[in-house]
């Protein structure tokens, strides 16, 4: 099928997309900005910039079988002022409205139509439990979600099928609300919010990405569905499964009063609660990869199994290996290894790496990736310049490909960039219809004894998160094993 997505680069869409081109799909994202498209959903990914208008998103509903609507911008982060109100109401009503005006024009017109809501729908409904039958609720989010969902249901009568995904809570590795969560957890300054009875509905990304897969293969998805696990939860028991998953105590509650005094109304998502259930998933016989909470933050705060430990040996080089020059300049003094493994064949693998474009949809959103120029076809010798955000410094990087094996490895080492010594070996092998990838990363941070103690601190538990990104993004590409 041929699906446009929109809200294609925030937090969903980024894991979404690998997705769909994993089952088959083309892809094309209809979105604000092309280049920074571009640099994060990678090179397998048609995009179309918002700016051509009502009259170049019909042209492109007009050759799509389906639509995913993820666009809208983030519920918490500031007080709802009037204006704030607004700017959430036209990002989602009225970007809605928007689509379904086009679909209304589109000629032929997808049969599908999967669009956002949230189960802010049922307002705060203490320990009721809530299916997709239950009553809306009647404060500020729950109105914005009966508008949001109302404009979808208009492509209803166009003879479309309408999926209107109540989410909760989505836990993911690289954004969502987890991300803000975890520094004070991981120095063990967290808690439960408020009272830690309210209910937080909750679902691991990729159980979400997968049912918006199966709505999209399944016409008996139609209506509400509550984009939650079936596993309750309170916010103390949040609390306690996060500390437990970071080994750290999770004792001190965040009072009500001060998210009152920073949100504003807007408190509410924290301290009011949905024990939502997946009445429609279940039904259908949606099988979840992560049903319990422990299960999806150990995976979460774990995951891919990235070994970093100071270096005994340099690896092996012939005499004519490019590695013996530049690794007897630039001594290493830590080994990074990684092995990743998908249920896909070596040959359609490998050129997924043989295309510069595709590092951005594997690197962290917040790591500002970006190839500067055009992005070179990537051989042996080739030179690959971009940047990337570390801390709070956009830095320039410069990677040359010293070793091009195409189908068994390549090897990049850093020419300029943040490290004082960078090798990163990539080897490939077949195991009959799967893949497995093993990662040698070769390292030294700058500043001698200064960048070791870095290194304990920063440096090595930023790598870890972003090759464990890197490997979530590849299984979700190719299929975990």
């Not at 925030?10 to 892809?27: K, M, N, Q, Y």
């Not at 002022?81 to 017109?109: C, D, F, I, M, Y």
């Not at 300029?416 to 195991?431: D, L, N």
């Not at 790598?463 to 464990?468: D, E, G, H, I």
Request: charge should be positive; charged fraction near 20%.
């Amino acid at each position: 099928m041929r699906i446009c997505v929109t809200g294609a680069t925030g937090f969903i869409g980024r894991a979404l997309v690998p997705a769909l081109l994993r089952d088959g799909h083309t892809v094309v994202a209809w979105v604000r900005s092309a280049s920074r498209a571009r640099a994060r959903l990678g090179a397998e990914v048609e995009v179309a910039e918002a700016t051509g208008g009502p009259t170049a998103l019909t042209a492109i509903l007009s050759r799509s079988d389906a639509v995913i609507n993820l666009a809208g911008e983030p519920i918490l982060g500031r007080r709802w002022t009037a204006a704030r109100r607004q700017v959430l109401h036209e990002s989602r009503v009225g970007e809605t409205k928007a689509l379904v005006r086009a679909l209304h024009a589109a000629n032929p017109r997808p049969s599908l139509l999967v669009s956002g809501s949230a189960v802010g729908y049922y307002g705060d409904r203490g320990e009721e439990r809530l299916t997709e039958q239950s009553e809306p609720g009647n404060d500020f989010l729950a109105q914005l979600c009966r508008d949001w969902e109302q404009a979808a249901v208009e492509a209803e009568p166009l003879g479309v099928r309408v999926v209107r995904l109540r989410t909760g809570v989505v836990l993911g590795r690289d954004g969502g609300a987890l991300a803000q969560m975890l520094p004070p957890f991981r120095m063990g300054a967290g808690g439960p919010i408020g009272s830690g009875r309210q209910y937080v509905p909750w679902i691991h990304l990729h159980d979400l990405v997968g049912i918006i897969s199966a709505a999209i293969a399944d016409s008996r998805y139609r209506g509400p569905v509550n984009g939650v696990a079936p596993e309750p939860a309170t916010s103390r028991d949040f609390a306690r499964a996060l500390g437990a998953a970071l080994h750290r105590p999770a004792v001190l509650p965040v009072p009500g009063v001060a998210l009152r005094l920073l949100f504003g109304d807007a408190a509410v998502v924290l301290l009011g609660g949905q024990r939502a259930e997946p009445t429609v998933a279940t039904a259908l016989g949606f099988r979840y990869a992560f049903p319990t909470l422990a299960g999806a933050l150990a995976d979460i705060v774990g995951g891919t199994d990235v070994r970093i430990s100071p270096l005994s040996a340099l690896p092996d080089t012939t005499g004519d290996d490019p590695g013996r020059g530049y690794l007897a300049r630039h001594k290493p003094s830590y080994l990074l290894r990684t092995t990743t493994i998908v249920n896909a064949p070596l040959d359609q693998v490998f050129p997924f790496f043989s295309r510069a474009e595709n590092l951005g949809l594997i690197t962290p959103a917040g790591m500002g990736f970006a190839i500067r120029g055009a992005a070179p076809t990537i051989a042996e010798d080739t030179t690959i310049d971009y940047t990337v955000r570390i801390g709070f410094s956009a830095l320039a990087w410069r990677s040359r490909i010293v070793r091009w094996q195409p189908g068994r490895a390549f090897v990049d080492q850093q020419e300029r960039g943040p490290y004082a010594s960078w090798w990163h070996e990539h080897v490939f092998r077949a195991e009959g219809n799967r893949t497995v990838m093993d990662d040698r990363v070769y390292y030294a941070p700058p500043l001698g004894l200064l960048g070791r103690l870095a290194n304990r601190v920063f440096i090595a538990p930023t790598l870890r998160r972003v090759f464990q990104y890197r490997g979530d993004v590849i299984r979700l590409r190719f299929g975990t094993s």
